[in-house]
């Protein structure tokens, strides 16, 4: 079975600052990896999605996620913090059976 | 653009109770999906349903269960709820396979 592993469960930053929130999987078979974003009282909404083309992935509102399969990681990044990207951030992997596993979460705080 | 409405964002309830959470997506999605959500422990799976009238056991089943006699509607039933299901519960929805899932906004049960 597929895990996820996020590193800090909470993280803060200055505004115009990088954003840097690790995660980590383990997968037998080469794995589909989503990052998702959720804002306070809503559900979850997708910043992007690996499925084994390019390593390096793009999604909305600036962020990108590396793929390193050596490293079984997929961390998330975002060169410079708006206070709007207040959020609480989860990691997601999907094998075979396509059935999605979570991360505990990353609550990011942004200080102006 | 993707829909998927909860139909109570709170609800309070006694425990013993049969608790019927609702679900409806309007973008003839094939999966269907409710999660409960917890600090700490990301979103886990309850129940998943791959088409209509099909169902299959999550990672934590035990006390719920559900109906999808349509394709847009999947019900999350609890038999006789109890405090420990109080939880935020997330319903999403899928094309198919490896696609990305679209969640709705929630809701927050509470069972006294």
């Known amino acids: 079975a597929q895990s996820v592993t996020q590193l800090g469960s909470h993280v803060s930053v200055s505004e115009g600052a990088l954003v840097l929130l690790r995660c980590n999987y383990s997968?037998?078979?080469?794995?589909?990896l989503f990052w998702y974003v959720q804002y306070p009282n809503q559900g979850l909404q997708l910043l992007l999605k690996?499925?084994?083309?390019?390593?390096l992935v793009k999604g909305i509102n600036g962020f990108e996620a590396e793929f390193k399969k050596s490293e079984t990681s997929f961390h998330l990044t975002k060169p410079s913090a708006h206070m709007s990207d207040a959020a609480e951030y989860f990691c997601a992997v999907s094998v075979r059976d396509y059935k999605l596993s979570f991360g505990a979460g990353t609550t990011v705080t942004v200080r102006a | 653009d993707v829909k998927v409405t909860q139909s109570s964002r709170y609800l309070v309830k006694r425990t013993g109770e049969k608790v019927f959470l609702e679900c409806v997506q309007d973008?003839?999605?094939?999966?269907m999906f409710w999660y409960r959500q917890d600090p700490g422990l990301g979103l886990r799976l309850i129940y998943f349903?791959?088409?209509?009238?099909?169902?299959e056991k999550g990672d934590i089943p035990e006390g719920y269960s559900v109906s999808r006699e349509k394709k847009e509607r999947f019900s999350l039933i609890l038999e006789s709820a109890s405090t420990n299901q109080t939880s935020m519960y997330l319903c999403a929805s899928r094309v198919r396979g490896a696609q990305p899932q679209h969640f709705g906004d929630g809701t927050r049960l509470s069972i006294l």
């Open positions: 690996y499925t084994s083309a390019a390593t």
């Open positions: 349903s791959y088409d209509v009238k099909m169902k």
């Open positions: 973008m003839d999605h094939e999966n």
């Open positions: 997968s037998s078979v080469p794995p589909y």
